[in-house]
């Protein structure tokens, strides 16, 4: 039994890409194509300006990426007020 000051430690560890330096605020303009499955590839004409989502879990996602000002959400009544 190891006492508690000789407790193994954990190195601290970084996300990738969260102490990176760069600028990410450049925005691509134009159409681009996506692989989304099981469609293939799918092309978009530009950035979608809004989304829907049928679950829940999905809409955490959202607003976890900032979207969460352009949600639509089904069920929504199920959220309180």
Do not use: K, W
């Not at 190891?2 to 990410?24: F, N, V």
């Amino acid at each position: 039994m190891r006492r508690r000051d000789e407790r193994r430690r954990e190195p601290h560890r970084a996300l990738a890409g969260c102490i990176s330096g760069s600028d990410t605020s450049e925005i691509g303009t134009g159409s681009y194509t996506v692989s989304m499955g099981p469609m293939g590839e799918v092309e978009f004409d530009g950035i979608p300006e809004d989304a829907f989502v049928a679950f829940p879990q999905y809409a955490d996602m959202g607003f976890a990426l900032g979207g969460g000002q352009t949600l639509g959400l089904q069920n929504h009544d199920r959220f309180g007020d």
